[in-house]
């Protein structure tokens, strides 16, 4: 079963074209995503179970070529690996360039939330529409320098829209605060368009960047190093929701 407080994914892991609920968050609930980019790889399936077990929503897996992001990371084999190591969303995001050639194999590999990045995309509605028809849910990524324009006329096809808030390709960077207007401004946009997706940020959130994200409208938030480098992941966890439900508490809906 997936976490009844974010809504999750109303599908049985063994059914191959999963049941996605939709929206991807219930009841305006703040979702935290560790992102196991900062975990010890060495005990990948335990990281993931501790995260779990202290308060995790979703698990965020941070995928990366060396070719759209300078860096590299992990394919579809980890992601099956964290699959079966919870039952919690897993969420991946796609940091790759032609993201279209892999797409079906991080399906089947149990992820989620599929994100691609709009700057990676060249028939961006096309990709969308193909990870709802492998029955996932679909995210768009943007890079802090994007404009949100860019999604104006594919928002109805998003599920998830993944602001940046640091530059893609490490953990443990500062907070971009000029990305903030943004997400209020994709906010918006959602709004006027009577869409329904989920607003994800990552980068940068700790104790003290949680506020301005959720207050925009953020309410998915990505944290690797704010957790994973912390001695008591179930404290981290706990600050960052507590900031976000404060938040919450003084922000209208
Ligand atoms: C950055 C990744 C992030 C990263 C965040 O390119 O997409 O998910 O793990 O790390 P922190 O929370 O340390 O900024
Ligand atoms: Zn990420």
Sequence with gaps: MRSPLTGGLACA??????VIARPLVANNAPVIAPSILSADFG???AEVAAVQRDGADWIHVDVMDGHFVPNITIG?????????????????????SNPDAFIDDFAAAGADIITVHA???VHLQRTLSRIRALGKA???????HTHESVLEYVIRDCDLVLLMTVNPGFGGQRFLGQVVPKIAAVRRMIEAHSASACIEVDGGIAPGT???????????LVAGSAIFSQPDYAAAIRTLRGEALATLDGTPA
């Design 76 to 96: 579809p084999p980890v992601v099956n690996a964290v699959r079966k190591a919870t039952d919690r969303v897993v969420d991946v995001h796609l940091m790759i």
């Design 119 to 121: 700057e990676a995309c």
């Design 13 to 18: 892991r063994a059914n191959p074209i999963p």
């Design 43 to 45: 005990r990948l399936a």
């Design 210 to 220: 949680v506020a301005p994200v959720v207050s925009a409208g953020a309410r998915a």
């Design 138 to 144: 679909a995210g768009v990524s943007l890079n802090p």
